[in-house]
C-alpha cells in the first residue's frame, strides 16, 4: 500500500505486514536479550517469545482494519483534499522562501554559480543528475530547462484534470436531471410537492458549471413553474432568448416555434389577438413549423397542437373566420399520424403507444371544437 511521505506508521506497519517471515529471527532475538533477565522484564520477554507469531498476527489484521477505515473508498476524497491542503502550503512556503533568496541582495541580480562549483563538481552533479543536462552551462540555465519541463508536465496534467471535473459536471448534471424528471412523473392530482421537488432537481442542474444553456431541462424547468404558478412566462422568454443562438437553422426554427407557442398558451387567456399574432405571423410559431418540415411524428403532433392552439386564438379575438380553418389543418394533422401509424400496427412499437393515444385525443378535441366546446383543461 502507498502511504504519505509524513505518515511514518503506516510505513512501519506496512513494511512490517509485508515482512512477517522475520518473526523466527525476532523470535529468536527476544529470547536470547530476554533469557539473561528477571523480574517483570523476564516476564515480558518470555511472553512475547511464547506469541510472537500471535502478536505479529493480530498486529497484521488490526493494521488492515485500520488501513480500510482510513482509506476506504468513499472517503478517498477527504484523504486527498487533506493532501492537497498540505502540498498546498509546502509549495506556498516554498516557493516564496526561493524566490527571496534568489532575489537576494537585491533584485534583478543574475543567478550565478556557486564559487566552489569547479569542473570536477560539475562532474559529479551531472553523474548523480543533478545537473541533468551535460550541455548546462551552470545552474540558472540547468533550472531553467527543468522548470520548463515541470510547466509542461503540469499543463498536461492540468487538462486532464479539467477533463476529469468537466466529466464529473456532466455526471452530476444527467443525475439531478434524471432525478427531477422521476419526481415530475410521480406527482398527483393537487400535489404539488412532487412538482416543488422536481423543480429544486432541475434547477440545481442548471446550476452545474457549463449545463446553464440546457434547452431540455430549462424547458422541463419552465413548465413547473408554470403549473406552480412562478412566473413561467419569463422561463419561456428566457428560453426563447437561449433558442435563437442555436447554429443550425431547423433546430432554431423548431425551438423558436415551441416557445412562441407556450408563450402564446399563457397569453390567449388576458390577450388573445397578441397570442394569435405569435402563432401565425410571419416568423411567428405556425410559418416555422411549415418551413422546418418535413416534420417527424412528435413534431407533426406539435404542429397539429398549435393550429388547435391558433384556432382557440381565433375564436377569442377577431378573427372568428379562421377558426375553422386551422381546426381543418389540425385534423388533418392529427389524422395523418394515426394513418402513419397504422401502418405500423404489425409492428406495435411501444414507443409509438403514447403517440398514437395523443393524436387520437387530438382529433376528439378539433370534433368538440368543431361544436363549439374547446378544451380549455388542456391549456395551462
Given amino acids: 500500500m502507498e502511504c504519505g511521505s509524513q505518515d511514518a506508521f503506516c510505513q512501519l506497519a506496512n513494511w512490517l505486514t509485508q515482512n512477517d517471515l522475520l518473526a523466527p529471527w525476532l523470535i529468536e532475538v527476544i529470547g536470547r536479550s530476554g533469557g539473561h533477565a528477571s523480574g517483570i522484564l523476564g516476564l515480558v520477554a518470555q511472553f512475547v517469545r511464547d506469541n510472537l507469531h500471535t502478536i505479529i498476527g493480530l498486529f497484521g489484521a488490526s493494521f488492515g482494519l485500520w488501513r480500510w477505515w482510513r482509506y476506504r473508498e468513499h472517503i478517498l476524497h477527504k484523504r486527498l483534499e487533506e493532501y492537497l491542503r498540505e502540498s498546498d502550503a509546502r509549495l506556498a512556503a516554498g516557493t516564496s522562501e526561493l524566490i527571496e533568496f534568489v532575489q537576494r541582495p537585491a533584485p534583478g541580480q543574475q543567478l550565478k554559480d556557486p564559487l566552489f562549483a569547479d569542473a570536477d563538481l560539475r562532474v559529479v552533479l551531472r553523474e548523480r543528475n543533478w545537473d541533468k543536462p551535460a550541455y548546462a552551462l551552470g545552474v540558472a540555465a540547468s533550472s531553467d530547462w527543468q522548470l520548463e519541463k515541470a510547466i509542461d508536465s503540469i499543463n498536461r496534467r492540468l487538462a486532464t ?6 466529466s464529473l ?12 424528471a422521476i419526481a415530475a412523473s410521480r406527482r398527483r392530482a ?3 410537492h412532487s412538482w416543488s421537488h422536481a423543480l429544486g432537481h432541475f434547477k440545481a442542474a442548471l446550476a452545474v458549471p457549463g449545463h446553464d444553456r440546457d434547452l431540455v431541462i430549462r424547458e422541463l424547468e419552465a413548465h413547473l413553474m408554470r403549473k406552480l404558478g412562478l412566473s ?69 403532433l406539435e404542429l397539429g397542437d398549435t393550429q388547435y392552439l391558433a ?24 389524422a395523418g399520424i394515426i394513418r402513419d401509424l397504422s401502418k405500423r400496427r404489425w409492428l406495435r412499437p411501444r414507443q409509438y403507444r ?27
Fill in 161 to 166: 484534470a479539467q477533463a476529469t471535473v468537466a
Fill in 169 to 180: 459536471n456532466r455526471q452530476l448534471f444527467s443525475a439531478h436531471s434524471i432525478r427531477g
Fill in 190 to 192: 393537487e400535489d404539488t
Fill in 232 to 300: 413561467g412566462n419569463d422561463a419561456y422568454r428566457e428560453m426563447l432568448s437561449l433558442a435563437t443562438t442555436i447554429e443550425d437553422p431547423r433546430t432554431r426554427d423548431f425551438q423558436v416555434a415551441r416557445m412562441k407557442r407556450f408563450i402564446a398558451e399563457l397569453t390567449v387567456s388576458v390577450r388573445p389577438r397578441n397570442a394569435y399574432w405569435m402563432l401565425t405571423e410571419p416568423e411567428e410559431a405556425l410559418p416555422l413549423l411549415m418551413r422546418c418540415q418535413p416534420l417527424g411524428l412528435w413534431e407533426r
Fill in 311 to 334: 384556432a382557440y386564438c381565433a375564436r377569442q379575438s377577431p378573427y372568428p373566420v379562421r377558426e375553422a380553418t386551422h381546426l381543418a389543418d389540425a385534423d388533418v394533422t392529427y
Fill in 354 to 380: 403514447q403517440l398514437r393515444t395523443r393524436a387520437r385525443k387530438g382529433l376528439v378535441r378539433v370534433q368538440d371544437a368543431k361544436n363549439g366546446a374547446y378544451d380549455t383543461n388542456w391549456l395551462p
